[in-house]
């Protein structure tokens, strides 16, 4: 029964395993698949989630809000981080990279805060400075840790001095490592020595993808597809260049590119084909095991004029006698098949053929590192990433070639955007292509802190055309009740403020400034909320104005629920302060009409009107008129609100019209006797109230 039990345990984890490893895919790939993926996961964490799983599924599901994948209408950053910031703590260094990211870009509500204060104040210095430090920090102990994104971004981050002091040396420091991981790695290093194609695709122009072609629609029909026809054979192929570079929003497969390939060769002979095909042998991608004498075979005998083709092919055989693969080994073969690619200007061939040149001297070859320096500069000057990288630490080396610092960082750079984060890029134009301005947004932002130019100015594009994303629909104030709704929250089972999380140095930082900055977010978007977090810390610090604001905003119900208690007391607390007179009024009359209504405290109709009388004291509402009489009149008015709000107003005037006009008439001839001035305020006010209750009254008897 034990082993049983462990039998289903390792199951049911290797289970929950795949299952993050697919929803992981179709995150990167913004599949629609991914919702259904979550619900399966979501099943298996119905009743908590393990904490094995917690750091990853909370980055995921962070993943899952930013790209726009639970709703592809509007993107709830506020949700995406507090996940993003939940994964962060637990250690996960991909959370860290995104928490940098949204902090970088003001996606984290800070945007909201300082584009309201005053430029000279100190909150505002705090706010506007937070994002640099903040993101940086994140973003360097991530890198640090092995993330390769953030080490690209910070490597990018020194190249341009964005946030830090620009520093080729530094730069150079975060680059260096990532690429040696995949320069010396076959099939990572495919993603940092791509032909000028993908280059051509991914940087030479805006949104490139400007075909009518549904690819998805496309990958399932021809996958599986026997026969190819000449009038099918473009379409094949450029599915198959899809699948071999990952590019349209399809995840990079050799082995389906593959297929195509062979398929285009087998039945229609197509040369380009056949070139991919013999390659991917060589290089063993998209094999099981790689055929070297088909390879052979079909280099040997494809004819063509075409310059490209046959660079390829020269390429392709120096390779094949370079490494010795299904033939016998001959360096001086291998060289002169590459000297015939790099004459045809392939720059797989230059960079190879440089680079022989740099090896020691051996009987059959003499090392040239002037002739081979200036290759691999040819071929790193048409793009070739690997030949970029070499160049870059000859140049960092300053032994072979000159030194310079700036220009190797410039190439480690360059040679960087081949990497797979380039993918990002490539399913952001997409998504821009299918329509989907929010979630290609999103991937434009990660894709431009990762130093891609061109993803910068298409997201700038899509911000100012496409209506995707305004700051001010960053909606940070009621990110508590979208969690309360939050399916994965729910299974947390988390009471902590939400709100509190995301701000907590932001409140630390509240006791540092002074009032008046803190008065000023009173209007800012995230609806006073922040404001209001501040004025109940500055409140413990027996500030009379933080306590009027704290009691109107519970008199009102502004922010939380009406509470007439909590009100009472803060505007109690506020008259043990120093009030101006006008202050001190508003503060006495709110404290009379509780005392009037009984709000909060009990009736007392005699207490209501001493404290009128103190508001009016402090600041006369009708200076014209006695105290006495503005005490009348206030108190006539509060009696007949709260009939009013018992009966209703047309009954009220069906059976009080007569005795509230005599009431007027009265307070009128007392006015009048106290102070004849008041003759225009009293009678003016008199006339609109008689006639409005007078149509009423009508209106009601008409009905």
Same mark, same amino acid.
């Given at each position: 029964?034990?082993?049983?039990?462990?039998?289903?345990?390792?199951?049911?984890?290797?289970?929950?395993?795949?299952?993050?490893?697919?929803?992981?895919?179709?995150?990167?790939?913004?599949?629609?698949?991914?919702?259904?993926?979550?619900?399966?996961?979501?099943?298996?964490?119905?009743?908590?989630?393990?904490?094995?799983?917690?750091?990853?599924?909370?980055?995921?599901?962070?993943?899952?809000?930013?790209?726009?994948?639970?709703?592809?209408?509007?993107?709830?950053?506020?949700?995406?981080?507090?996940?993003?910031?939940?994964?962060?703590?637990?250690?996960?260094?991909?959370?860290?990279?995104?928490?940098?990211?949204?902090?970088?870009?003001?996606?984290?509500?800070?945007?909201?805060?300082?584009?309201?204060?005053?430029?000279?104040?100190?909150?505002?210095?705090?706010?506007?400075?937070?994002?640099?430090?903040?993101?940086?920090?994140?973003?360097?102990?991530?890198?640090?840790?092995?993330?390769?994104?953030?080490?690209?971004?910070?490597?990018?981050?020194?190249?341009?001095?964005?946030?830090?002091?620009?520093?080729?040396?530094?730069?150079?420091?975060?680059?260096?490592?990532?690429?040696?991981?995949?320069?010396?790695?076959?099939?990572?290093?495919?993603?940092?020595?791509?032909?000028?194609?993908?280059?051509?695709?991914?940087?030479?122009?805006?949104?490139?993808?400007?075909?009518?072609?549904?690819?998805?629609?496309?990958?399932?029909?021809?996958?599986?597809?026997?026969?190819?026809?000449?009038?099918?054979?473009?379409?094949?192929?450029?599915?198959?260049?899809?699948?071999?570079?990952? &590019?349209?929003? #399809?995840?990079?497969?050799? *082995? =389906?590119?593959?297929?195509?390939?062979? !398929?285009? $060769?087998?039945? %229609?002979?197509?040369?380009?084909?056949?070139?991919?095909?013999?390659?991917?042998?060589?290089?063993?991608?998209?094999?099981?095991?790689?055929?070297?004498?088909?390879? &052979?075979?079909? #280099?040997?005998?494809?004819? *063509? =004029?075409?310059?490209?083709?046959?660079? !390829?092919? $020269?390429?392709? %055989?120096?390779?094949?006698?370079?490494?010795?693969?299904?033939?016998?080994?001959?360096?001086?073969?291998?060289?002169?098949?590459?000297?015939?690619?790099?004459?045809?200007?392939?720059?797989?061939?230059?960079?190879?053929?440089?680079?022989?040149?740099?090896?020691?001297?051996?009987?059959?070859?003499?090392?040239?590192?002037?002739?081979?320096?200036?290759?691999?500069?040819?071929?790193?000057?048409?793009?070739?990433?690997?030949?970029?990288?070499?160049?870059?630490?000859?140049?960092?080396?300053?032994?072979?070639?000159?030194?310079?610092?700036?220009?190797?960082?410039?190439?480690?750079?360059?040679?960087?955007?081949?990497?797979?984060?380039?993918?990002?890029?490539?399913?952001?134009?997409?998504?821009?292509?299918?329509?989907?301005?929010?979630?290609?947004?999103?991937?434009?932002?990660?894709?431009?802190?990762?130093?891609?130019?061109?993803?910068?100015?298409?997201?700038?594009?899509?911000?100012?055309?496409?209506?995707?994303?305004?700051?001010?629909?960053?909606?940070?104030?009621?990110?508590?009740?979208?969690?309360?709704?939050?399916?994965?929250?729910?299974?947390?089972?988390?009471?902590?403020?939400?709100?509190?999380?995301?701000?907590?140095?932001?409140?630390?930082?509240?006791?540092?400034?002074?009032?008046?900055?803190?008065?000023?977010?009173?209007?800012?978007?995230?609806?006073?909320?922040?404001?209001?977090?501040?004025?109940?810390?500055?409140?413990?610090?027996?500030?009379?104005?933080?306590?009027?604001?704290?009691?109107?905003?519970?008199?009102?119900?502004?922010?939380?629920?009406?509470?007439?208690?909590?009100?009472?007391?803060?505007?109690?607390?506020?008259?043990?302060?120093?009030?101006?007179?006008?202050?001190?009024?508003?503060?006495?009359?709110?404290?009379?009409?509780?005392?009037?209504?009984?709000?909060?405290?009990?009736?007392?109709?005699?207490?209501?009107?001493?404290?009128?009388?103190?508001?009016?004291?402090?600041?006369?509402?009708?200076?014209?008129?006695?105290?006495?009489?503005?005490?009348?009149?206030?108190?006539?008015?509060?009696?007949?609100?709260?009939?009013?709000?018992?009966?209703?107003?047309?009954?009220?005037?069906?059976?009080?019209?007569?005795?509230?006009?005599?009431?007027?008439?009265?307070?009128?001839?007392?006015?009048?006797?106290?102070?004849?001035?008041?003759?225009?305020?009293?009678?003016?006010?008199?006339?609109?109230?008689?006639?409005?209750?007078?149509?009423?009254?009508?209106?009601?008897?008409?009905?």
């Amino acid at each position: 029964m034990i082993i049983l039990t462990l039998l289903l345990g390792i199951y049911a984890q290797n289970n929950i395993n795949e299952l993050l490893k697919e929803w992981e895919i179709h995150i990167e790939q913004s599949s629609i698949e991914s919702q259904q993926t979550f619900q399966d996961i979501l099943y298996q964490f119905k009743d908590e989630i393990p904490k094995q799983y917690q750091s990853r599924f909370f980055r995921l599901y962070g993943q899952y809000i930013f790209y726009g994948l639970e709703n592809e209408n509007t993107i709830d950053y506020a949700r995406a981080l507090y996940y993003f910031k939940k994964s962060s703590d637990l250690g996960d260094i991909n959370s860290q990279f995104y928490v940098s990211l949204m902090t970088y870009l003001h996606l984290d509500g800070s945007y909201n805060i300082y584009s309201n204060l005053k430029t000279e104040s100190q909150l505002f210095r705090y706010v506007k400075e937070k994002y640099q430090s903040i993101s940086l920090i994140d973003l360097y102990f991530s890198a640090i840790q092995g993330f390769d994104q953030s080490s690209v971004a910070m490597g990018y981050r020194h190249l341009k001095g964005i946030g830090v002091n620009q520093n080729c040396s530094n730069s150079a420091l975060f680059y260096l490592p990532v690429l040696e991981e995949f320069a010396n790695q076959p099939i990572k290093a495919k993603y940092i020595r791509e032909n000028r194609q993908v280059a051509k695709a991914l940087y030479d122009s805006n949104f490139y993808m400007n075909y009518e072609l549904d690819i998805f629609e496309h990958a399932q029909i021809f996958e599986n597809l026997n026969l190819i026809t000449h009038e099918s054979a473009q379409e094949v192929k450029q599915l198959a260049f899809s699948f071999y570079y990952g &590019l349209n929003g #399809l995840r990079r497969n050799f *082995t =389906k590119a593959y297929q195509l390939y062979q !398929k285009l $060769y087998d039945q %229609l002979n197509d040369k380009e084909s056949g070139i991919r095909v013999a390659q991917m042998n060589i290089e063993k991608l998209g094999v099981d095991k790689p055929n070297y004498q088909l390879a &052979l075979e079909i #280099l040997n005998k494809i004819q *063509t =004029k075409n310059q490209e083709f046959q660079g !390829k092919i $020269y390429n392709a %055989l120096g390779y094949i006698y370079f490494k010795g693969l299904g033939v016998q080994q001959d360096i001086i073969k291998a060289q002169d098949y590459f000297r015939k690619s790099a004459d045809l200007q392939n720059n797989d061939g230059q960079f190879n053929l440089g680079s022989l040149y740099m090896l020691p001297s051996t009987i059959q070859r003499e090392r040239n590192q002037q002739k081979g320096v200036q290759l691999i500069e040819k071929a790193a000057t048409s793009g070739h990433a690997m030949a970029q990288y070499s160049l870059a630490l000859i140049l960092l080396d300053g032994v072979d070639l000159f030194y310079s610092c700036d220009l190797a960082a410039a190439l480690l750079h360059a040679s960087s955007s081949r990497g797979p984060w380039a993918d990002v890029l490539k399913t952001a134009n997409y998504l821009f292509q299918q329509e989907q301005y929010a979630q290609s947004l999103s991937k434009y932002f990660e894709a431009g802190y990762s130093g891609f130019l061109m993803a910068i100015q298409n997201a700038a594009v899509v911000m100012e055309q496409y209506d995707a994303f305004y700051y001010n629909a960053l909606h940070f104030s009621n990110v508590q009740d979208r969690l309360n709704e939050d399916p994965v929250y729910k299974i947390t089972g988390y009471n902590n403020d939400a709100f509190s999380y995301l701000y907590q140095d932001y409140l630390q930082f509240a006791t540092q400034s002074t009032l008046h900055e803190l008065l000023q977010l009173d209007s800012f978007e995230l609806n006073g909320v922040l404001q209001y977090r501040f004025l109940k810390q500055c409140a413990g610090e027996k500030e009379a104005i933080c306590h009027i604001k704290l009691g109107d905003y519970y008199y009102n119900g502004k922010y939380e629920e009406v509470n007439f208690q909590k009100s009472y007391q803060h505007y109690k607390k506020a008259l043990e302060g120093q009030l101006i007179d006008a202050m001190k009024a508003h503060v006495y009359f709110n404290l009379g009409l509780m005392y009037a209504l009984g709000y909060g405290v009990n009736v007392n109709r005699t207490k209501s009107m001493e404290i009128f009388e103190l508001s009016i004291s402090s600041y006369s509402l009708i200076p014209i008129l006695p105290v006495n009489a503005q005490v009348q009149i206030i108190d006539f008015w509060v009696n007949v609100y709260k009939q009013i709000d018992k009966t209703g107003i047309e009954q009220f005037l069906d059976v009080n019209y007569l005795e509230l006009a005599k009431y007027l008439i009265d307070t009128v001839e007392e006015c009048l006797i106290e102070n004849s001035q008041a003759i225009v305020n009293i009678s003016v006010g008199s006339v609109i109230v008689i006639l409005f209750g007078w149509r009423l009254k009508l209106i009601n008897q008409y009905n």
